[in-house]
């Protein structure tokens, strides 16, 4: 790990202050990640603006409805808040296939939304990488890239966003609200990270100097229809090869609202609209579903190694939407398959 | 060279620090505080073998600066066993047999005690679950749960 100064901000003004001071600063919150990030050295941050005692710790039902979740709420204590496991069941559900019970303790909300990609290369300062070192090439075209994109590449860049969490709030859509000099804005869940394009250096649109502050949860919570099921390599505390949130509102056998996401296959959480238009108003069964998939993955591509995940992603689909319609989510301790 | 002043309470002792900030609570607690019950083992974050109870919650020291630990409570394996007593965990991974080369042991117990103390997890597959972050390369994972199945029962 590079020598780095430290300093704690005071409060959110302060934080956003520090880093516009020093464009070498990184926040830290948690430290899951940067930390880990520090020790490959694919982050060399000259200064670490501790934010972890900044008061963003609190999940509020705001007047309007919905749920509003700070963003130094720790991962754990999100997934197993009793409004979330109650209200808002996939959002916990998918927090929970994710990391190990040490990492979710420790990882905030916030982080979670910025935690960089986990593809090979990009943690490898030996070889390649256009995240990394923007111009240098991809290693992962052309190399192992099983574990990498099949929707949204580019011709530089097929990492994918490794977060569960950011999956099931994509599905909710969810709103991230930052501040910045500017000051404050908010971005819709779906806009928050970006495709590679020719800028795979860039993962979100949030600003240099801003800093998440809230994720805030519409009121609509698909507490009945809904599953996360995550496809892995091992049984637990394994990235996602394939992910699927899915969340149905039905009535009498007929599909009113669907929401549809993937995790494990693109840059960012992938909603697609023409697919979730395609589910509603038919009913709640495989051939529809199966249709849905086939929208989806239209323009899927493998590189190699990862063209397994365009049939397994179809299935994936297919069973996710079935296991919701039936109000059977996928448990995230037995690991059966129903 | 940044210096930073730290206080932690590890083991029910308050413990002031001069240190970098770049030290890990791991490398503060084996190197500078010779609590070397912790081990390191990836220094990832990957295989649970760091792992301390941190305000009675399980987490990897060798992802947590020391520095920004200001103020915690920290427990190491060092720190549960009470008046020449071992901790009850502790005791079942004895009467379990549950480790043999024991360098994860310590990681172990701490996730286990932080597991029964939450108290979320309940059935055999819970458990397993709870536990993921905890890796035993020699493979003692029966006797781990069948441990921790027990001191659940007798807390």
New interface residues.
Partial sequence: ??????SRAQDVADAVRQSAADGSAKF?AG??NL??L??YEVERPAR?I?I?HLPLRAIEEPPGGGLRVGALVPN?DLA?HPQVKERYPLLSSAI?AG?????R??ASTGGNLLQRTRCLYFYDVATPCNKRKPGSGCAAIGGINRINAILGTSDVCIATHPSDMCVALAALDATVHVVGPEGERAIAMTDFHRLPGDTPERDTNLGANEIVTAIALPARSFRTHYTYLKIRDR???AFALVAVAAALEIEGGIIREARLALGGVAHKPWRDPEAEAVLVGQSAERNTFAKAASVVLRDAKGFGHNDFKIDLARRTIIRALDQAAQGTPQ?????RIA | ??Q?SVALTVNGVRRELEI???T?LLDALRERLGLTGTKKGC???QC?AC?VL?DG????SC???A??QDGSDVTTVEGLARDGTLHPVQQAFIDHDAFQCGYCTPGQIC?AV??ISDG??R?R??I???????ICRCGAYPNIIAAIEEAMKAT
Avoid at chain 1, 1 to 6: I, P
Avoid at chain 2, 128 to 134: D, K, L, Q
């Fill in positions: 790990m590079n020598s780095f100064q430290y830290i430290g899951t930390v880990d520090m020790k670490l501790d972890s754990s197993w929970l990391a190990s019970t040490q990492l303790n420790m049984l637990s505390y448990s995230q301790s037995d690991k | 060279m940044q930073i970098a900030p770049w890990t220094d990832h974050g649970g792992t941190l919650r399980p987490i990897n992802l947590a600066l520095v920004m996730s932080g597991l979320r997890a059935t597959a819970e397993r679950e709870a536990m993921s972050g905890n």
